[in-house]
């Protein structure tokens, strides 16, 4: 399989923990976003690589997330100190041009 | 602010009926719009995208519609399946910049027997 793929694809922890995801892009695409979903809404961007550059981050993006893509290949996403409301489903996507393409997701809850 | 508000938020249809989705946008100024099926639990899979200079773009069963004059884009969707059960969501893109993509919050479509 080619596609973006995201692990784990479910993570229950408890308050106070750290998490992180992986997001393993599509191969020759340059470009990596994370967003987050909560029920009912549409995807929040939160952040953006172009290669290994981190060229945007949201607001959304508190000091306790934190993202990284050291090779420019996969990404990975760190929570720290997680709260309840950090309960949601986080997705990646990638891209060489306008389209990009979706991951399953990670699904967070954090109990 | 940057908004995309989506009409009906639900709607439900039967098999073999063609239904339109609609899509309003406040985005400004505006590179392209694109209209993503998400299956419940599953990431968004893009089905259509559009330039400000294009009005209509076809895949399949879906035709997605834009005026950039009055800011409103519809997906069409015809002789409707079971498998058309998911949320469509629109999402605009502003020029320059990442940060402000903004996704609709969805239609959510139910295909019945």
């Known amino acids: 399989d080619t596609g973006v793929s995201q692990n784990p694809r479910h993570k229950i922890t408890k308050r106070g923990q750290n998490v992180t995801f992986r997001c393993d892009p599509i191969?020759?695409?340059?470009?990596l976003y994370w967003y987050r979903q909560t029920l009912g809404q549409g995807p929040e961007f939160l952040t953006y690589f172009q290669n290994e550059a981190q060229l945007e981050k949201s607001r959304l993006l508190s000091d306790r997330f934190s993202a990284e893509r050291p090779k420019g290949s996969f990404s990975t996403l760190e929570i720290q100190r997680t709260e309840q409301g950090d309960s949601a489903m986080y997705l990646c996507a990638s891209s060489r041009d306008n389209e990009q393409f979706f991951g399953p997701g990670t699904r967070l809850t954090v109990l | 602010k940057n908004q995309v508000e989506q009409s009906p938020q639900s709607l439900i249809i039967l098999e073999g009926k063609n239904c339109t989705l609609q899509c309003n946008y406040t985005v400004s100024p505006f590179s392209n719009l694109r209209w993503y099926k998400q299956d419940t639990g599953r990431g968004p899979v893009s089905l259509t995208i559009m330039t400000f200079s294009e009005n209509t773009k076809s895949n399949g069963r879906y035709t997605a519609t834009l005026d950039a004059d009055t800011k409103q884009s519809s997906l069409h969707i015809t002789a409707s399946q079971l498998s058309d059960s998911a949320s469509y969501i629109c999402?605009?893109?502003?020029?320059?910049?990442?940060?402000?993509?903004?996704f609709g919050t969805g239609t959510k479509l139910q295909v019945i027997p």
């Open positions: 999402v605009v893109s502003p020029t320059g910049g990442y940060q402000k993509v903004t």
């Open positions: 191969s020759e695409h340059n470009r």
